[in-house]
């Protein structure tokens, strides 16, 4: 029997971390020591408390139902939460847990937007940014992250007749993949431009907890005028190592978060009980080991830029995020190329800039998930294979 496809499904291309694990398997079928900096996944564990508030759970039967809606205190621990954090008030209905940012990305456009309608999405930029709209039919319109402008847009650079017919733009500061952080002045050119055009602003928060430099990641919600045009969306993915729990939250604007949540009750039957305990572990208890696993990064960051470019590799520290990004070295002009034949010679894996957009090309992304010693060795593994020669 034959089978057809959409045509949406069809355009979708094997996602790159699933090509790379195939090449990892094969070098590791061979023998090959392999250091694989591609999928920004925490080498860190959860905090105790969290883990056992969980395990505490997980010996209750009732929590194994169906949990419909994000309980009370789930509730209140973000709001409690997000005033200590970010000095920014919440109120209930202003908040919906959600099974991850990228889930909440991929499906927020069906409450947004219809068939044909324009959203904008940055390039370099996460893929589900733009598979989100395009899966309900949307384009996605992408406005340039340029290095001279320490990849914030320039909002000049979006034609007016685009922005009119915009429905929403995605933004994501801290910026994975670019690694660069956004400043106050960007915050309240962006709040004017969505107020001037009525375009949603959709924040990708994840990487707030993860900001260098002695610097402190900020909420767009902390903005005059951000809850008039938009949400947020904070993951405790990252800052709590609870990635494979997926939990995060759209919070913001009222109106905004009730259609979202009409379109997400047809979808799924609530956040696990279980991750609702672990979340309120996290949001409510003691927030001392966030700071230190930044500083921890941190040092990463140093050994990874700081080796690289001892080595004759000019790589720029980031900014903030889990993540470097790198420009490509001497003549390579293709990431994909190059990421390919580094794994060869070196079997480190990093991730083309390709695979985030246009723009993306004539870089690497890298993930600050091994400790300082292991870095150190994948740096000399570089010099040693020639490949920077």
Known sequence: MEFQFSERSE????????????????????????????VGTPD??????????????????????????????????????YR???????????????????????????????PGDTVLVP??????????????????????????????????????????????????YPANPVCSVADDAFYEKLIAFAKKYEIIVLHDNAYSDIVYGGKEGKSF????GAKEVGIEFYSLSKSYNMTGLRISFAVGNREIIRQFGKVRSQIDYGTSLLVQKAA?????????????????????????????RAIGWDV??????????????????????FVMELMEKTGMIVTPGSAFGALGEGY????LVHPVPVIEEAVEAIRKSGILE
């Open 11 to 38: 355009k979708i291309q094997e996602g790159i971390f699933a090509a790379l694990d195939h090449k990892k398997a094969e070098l590791l079928a061979e023998g090959r020591k392999v250091y694989n900096f591609s």
């Open 44 to 81: 860190f564990s959860p905090q105790p408390h969290i883990m056992e508030a969980m395990a505490e759970a997980a010996r209750d039967p009732e929590n194994y139902k169906y949990a419909l809606t994000d309980r009370e205190e789930l509730l209140s621990a973000m709001q409690g939460f």
């Open 84 to 114: 200590r954090r970010f000095g920014v008030e919440l109120e209930k209905d202003e908040i919906m847990s959600l099974y991850g940012s990228q889930e909440g990305m991929a499906h927020i456009a069906i409450a947004l937007c219809d």
């Open 123 to 172: 390039d370099p930029g996460y893929p589900v940014f733009s598979m989100g709209p395009e899966l309900v039919g949307a384009k996605a319109e992408t406005y340039p992250l340029y290095a001279e402008n320490n990849f914030l847009p320039d909002f000049a650079d979006i034609p007016e007749e685009t922005a009119r017919r915009a429905r929403f733009m995605i933004v994501s």
């Open 221 to 224: 919600l902390s903005y005059p």
């Open 280 to 308: 309120v572990a996290a949001l409510t208890g003691p927030q001392e080991a966030v700071k230190e696993q930044c500083r921890e990064y941190e040092r990463r960051n140093h050994a990874l830029c700081g080796g690289l």
């Open 316 to 337: 720029p520290d980031s900014q903030g995020t889990m993540f470097v990004w790198a420009p490509l070295p001497g003549n390579y002009k293709d990431s994909s190329r």
């Open 364 to 367: 690497v992304r890298m993930a």
